[in-house]
């Protein structure tokens, strides 16, 4: 099992809209996949997380703001990002989990200012 790879992060002002995206390196079909993000001096926190059914999972600090999908076709994962604040900033990563297992990607960094 290779790690996601993640990607479009960036420097954003607050208010900006981003999307990130994920890519495993197979099938996702029965994965629950997920993004985390780690601010700074913060612990790492759920984010986001879509399961293998489509159901969706939100931190209340983002909720009405960031859309989480999945294209199994393309074994990729979204986060839709909007209305974007300065807490938001840190490494976003995306978690693939298979059978117990979790599959961390390396992160891309978010930063959003002010």
């Known amino acids: 099992q ?65 859309t989480i999908s999945r294209d199994n076709a393309k074994n990729m994962v979204y986060l839709q990002m909007n209305s974007l604040k300065s807490e938001d900033t840190g490494v976003y990563y995306c978690v693939e989990s298979r059978y117990g297992v979790d599959y961390w990607g390396k992160g891309t960094l978010v930063t959003v200012s002010s």
Request: charged fraction near 20%.
């Open 2 to 66: 290779v790690q996601p790879v993640e990607s479009g992060g960036g420097l954003v002002q607050a208010g900006d809209s981003l999307r990130l995206s994920c890519v495993a390196s197979g099938s996702i079909s029965i994965s629950d996949m997920g993004w985390y993000r780690q601010g700074p001096g913060n612990q790492r926190e759920l984010v986001a997380r879509i399961n293998w059914r489509d159901t969706t999972t939100y931190a209340d600090s983002v909720k009405g703001r960031f």
